[in-house]
């Protein structure tokens, strides 16, 4: 458990930040999903809510009365057949339950938990890890809510902002510096007390070679050289699938620039706005990350030479694409259960990212934290470190 | 022009009308849009609205400002590039601009045309046939908005009823005649001075030979017997592209019909409801309507037969396919402009179908009115009458 | 029946006229099927082949050895599972049976039916209409096998010859003149004692309008300005499927065609040529042709206009699209049994051919055949003449 | 270079046995290509000429004549347009050049590096460097050769035996025994005077726990177990990826089993034949791999725990799929130019297999030889060797 806080307390601060990440939208907003990678915000509130009364109250909660019966099968992110009707389940399809209705569910939910988690003797372990993992769950979907809220406006022809006051960047980078790793074997993976997820152990040994590391992240400025430079119509700078990828989707930009009269603009959260060249390049591909890094005569770093030297560095801004496979740790055991679908069956076909980004939730992310999307993926405020 | 109303009083009645259809509606119901052939229904107002301001106000009204520059390429039905900017413009991604922005600018372009409609001296002929398309094109949408609405809620894991008190069947069918007609050469087409679409003209002349065609549509216990004597696998019943479709969306039974227990349910616009055997079958493809008749030893008629026959039997509740492919008529000519792209740009690969349905607004439709879909297409009321 | 020459000497010159028309290939020319409308020919000599098994040999020849029973697996033209094993049955993934193989097979059906049509006692009127049939079955395929070969050769970077004396065109275009024909009743479909298909029954009656029609067909020279007047970038020439098909396929030119430095190619039979302006444009969809005829003020003939007028001008060198859909006449009976689907199953979303072609086999078409093609297909050898 | 023969005796012998792999083969099994992974016969033969030709005759014999122009196009593995000709390219729709004349192609550019290889003088070290690419290079397609014969004779309905003496297995499965290794720095990757691919270098550390590895292949007897206890129905055993994977293409089996009347058939290169139990399971996926580890409760080794232990265990008769996701070593460095392409743009979504197979040339693997393929490949002599 986060120390500083009860448990109830991080609960119900959790729920309520969710809802304080909507008040911007509109009712219409947060029914849409333009793609599939994509999901509508009142799906996010409804799944989080589901997640809670399907592990916890139901099994914990005794005398618990289901809200109601067909909402397992809306908020499941597993669709399977409904049996004898055949109906659609596309997320974005779905125009009932309301928003409304799905408040109230929420409030519903809250509450029930809020008088299961009042009375501290009752909170067994298992409980508690298991509240744990809600919360993290709901923080996990709170990034997703902010980069799917972002791709709904940013792709919307009026482009409107979700709030003028958002500052996607939380910090100047710093001058690069390069931080030099010494050869050696390391110890990588979660140690301690504090909540983790289970692919991050059994913690471990690795060897690693003599590396440098850079201190900053790459900027739009340097990110725009590489554009002007011709870098997205070389071949021999992008992987076989990257090049196929650049070519069948058009691709010529980060996403969210557009080159206007000549200029480049930029969609943030704030609104529509000429690109700023100093803040750190966001929203690329591994493909364009791992491009970038062939031009410039480098390379991104591997998941484990990051670990070690994130420490001599700042990060959160961006999810740091590293050029690791996402892959399970030696002695890695799922969860039993359903629980163990969690992290497990992702592991093919994907990479990791390090760190953490300016969506990215409070007490969330850590150093050993892995998060993992498919090469191609761009929605997440992703970004590019370089080693050598 | 319809002669009991002034055009004033047709134009307002239409405009006021799409609104009351929406009155059941929830916000988020006015935003999805399931399939491709299904529009969201604040798209339909929006568009509508588009129409009488691009056709219109912009061209016969001095002074007009228009009201959202960047409505004419979210309204607009053709798809280009909005040139520097990159977005997505599929109808059911846009949450903007949202029902209350639509209702706005509704009632901006309706006071604008009631303003110009005003004073009669200053509506030339040219302006009267336009106001009357406008008028017709709102109606067609209508009609498209019970039937977007009815697949949104049809198609949601809680079949939500979208009024109920709402009727789908206006007349119970009368015992079954055989009217026959005689051979020889008769007249088809619009005459006269009221209002119908080019696709209509010229009136000429057919040469038909002896027919029968039935004075009611096929009714649900009727289409059943089809279904249980195995009409869905029997090969021979169908087109081959028929069969082809069959297999591939591994249809049993028309649209929103649900075999629940070995009862079969329905979803109506007054909800999800037992089948009622005694009204006519809805909602299935030509390709069903053609095997269904195949296996009565029957056919459907064509669309002259049944301009001729119409007389004689009631029409109006189901959309009823024919034989008939949707071609021009002999000395058909295309409005000159855009208006031209009405209907002649679709007159190959669809089926003509006749008469009108439960869900066609009032004052739209006539005997010679020929509405036309591809022929795989069910979300439409459409039914079947047997000619032999 | 062909009056002047017995039922046998049809059925081997035919047979044999498949043969001569593959004895340019080289063995890898039969395998291949570039497209899913284009079969290896190969295929459609084991096909023809397995038709006189099939409906023929087996029921109507005492004590006949199918010559492998896995060939009707193989060249029927209907993919079903062969049940237990599971394998790939696309058409241009079968190396086996080789085409020794087939030819071997062919041998054995011909001698097999030339013992059962020697002994003319035993012909009774349904052997001589089904032998009549395989025989029309096999010139059909005839005309595909010359098509199809163009496909192949035409498709290959090396753009092999098939023969280079081949002349795709055996008659020069006459003056245009446009014929006239008087609006009034007109008799339409077979009738007589001679071989027809069903789909040209029954004989009935049209009414048609006052029309003209032109003697000629459209030639590459007239079909070149229309490309060169940018009648491919003009959307108001094209019905919306149409114009959908020339921007997804970047269509600019008939098949075939090639603007190499300047100068319009084209593949002939007869090799890589510069492109004949004489004579007429050929390989282009009913979308071209109808568009054509929009860009000329005209249009296109329906196949009863067609039947009416045919004997005025000269016809057989392109299958000329018409505006008609391919439906069926009044009266139209199926052949029974697996014969039925010969026609009748394709009589939807299909458009009708008139006359006859290059590549169209001795004693085949006749004034009131009716062929067929989807609108957006061009490997035939399609043409176009203009009504008004 | 190999030490026990001269370069020039290695490429004639290497030359000699594709053409040997061939003799079985009628014409038309050269030609076709049923699924985009599998090449024909005859693109192989001529792409590794191409090789030669291209890579070293035009570069290093003086005044050599190249044999034809456009066969670089044709045997190029890169699809690029061809400029002013829009002609279809897919390797198996091309039934030009003919096999005849590739097996010309072949001896011609074979004769020309026979004359530049049989005076050593000349022979510098990048050419023998380039030659030696060149051989292995042709190795690899030896194995691709039989493998994708295997695909297209083992998906033909007829099921024809490639050469019934063949042997898919070398050995029999000895005793299972685990062999275990010990925590520690390990070094993995190529050292010595040895030809390697750049994907081998550098040689580097990795420190690995203590792990045990079967000495032998998992059986098919043993997968068959899987099989019957619903390995292929239990979503839990598989990525989620894996499980869309099955259920998409209704996998129920490894590739080539055939299950009639109840009986376990298996295709192999000597024919269709009752499946052999005795020996190792092969043509499965990753995923397959993966689930029936998941299944036995243990998991597949790392490539480094392979490269390590494999000294202790008999390999090389199936490609073992390793947890390894294919990556650069570090200090990995690209070959400059063209030949850079071979390997690293491929390190990207694909997972390393170990060893070797049935198929494997010989001399052409070794311990630290990495091969690589997406997931959900089985036409490769796949396998599986366990680890916990």
């Known amino acids: 458990m986060v120390s500083t806080t009860s448990l109830l307390d991080f609960f119900l601060e959790t729920r309520n930040y969710s809802e304080t990440l909507c008040k911007p939208l509109k009712t219409e907003d947060y029914v849409v999903q333009p793609i599939v990678d994509v999901s509508p915000p009142k799906w996010h509130l409804g799944h989080t809510t589901w997640f809670f009364e399907d592990f916890i109250l139901k099994k914990h909660k005794p005398g618990y009365q289901e809200y109601n019966k067909q909402y397992a099968f809306v908020f499941n992110s597993y669709y ?13 399809n779905l125009s009932r339950p309301t928003v409304d209705e799905i408040y109230a569910y929420r409030k519903y939910v809250t509450a029930e938990l809020r008088e299961l988690l009042s009375d501290s003797d009752t909170i067994s372990s298992e409980l508690e890890k298991l509240v744990e993992i809600g919360i993290h769950h709901e923080k996990q979907h709170q990034e997703l809510l ?26 100047d980078q710093e001058n690069t510096q390069w931080i030099s790793i010494e050869e050696g074997v390391y110890e990588i993976g979660h140690q301690g007390e504090g909540f983790c997820y289970d692919n991050e152990l059994s913690r471990h040994k690795v060897y690693l070679h003599d590396f440098k590391i850079s201190s900053s992240l790459v900027s739009n400025a340097e990110y725009l050289q590489f554009i002007e430079a011709g870098g997205y119509e070389d071949a021999l700078l992008w992987h076989s699938e990257g090049w196929a990828w650049v070519n069948e989707n058009q691709i010529k930009a980060p996403q969210y620039w557009h080159l206007e009269d000549g200029e480049w603009m930029n969609y943030t959260l704030a609104g529509y706005k000429k690109l700023n060249l100093e803040t750190p390049v966001t929203h690329i591909s591994y493909y364009e990350a791992f491009a970038y890094a062939q031009w410039r005569g480098l390379r991104l770093p591997t998941e484990f030479e990051w670990e070690v030297a994130q420490e001599h560095f700042n990060w959160g801004q961006r999810w740091e694409w590293t050029e690791s496979a996402y892959l399970p740790y030696p002695g890695y055991e799922k969860e039993p259960g359903a629980l163990g679908e969690y992290n497990g069956k992702f592991m093919v076909s994907q990479k990791t990212l390090r760190g953490g980004s300016t969506a990215t939730s409070p007490n969330h992310t850590r150093a050993t934290y892995r998060n993992f999307f498919h090469p191609h993926l761009r929605w997440q405020f992703t970004g590019i470190r370089l080693a050598e």
Do not use: C, F, H, W
Request: charged residues 25%; aromatic residues 8%; proline residues 5%.
């Open 80 to 92: 399977e057949s409904m049996g004898a009707r055949v109906v659609r389940t596309d997320r974005g």
């Open 146 to 171: 902010l980069t799917d809220i972002k791709y709904i406006l940013g792709n919307n022809p009026l482009l409107p902002a979700y709030a003028e006051s958002y500052q996607e960047n939380t910090a």
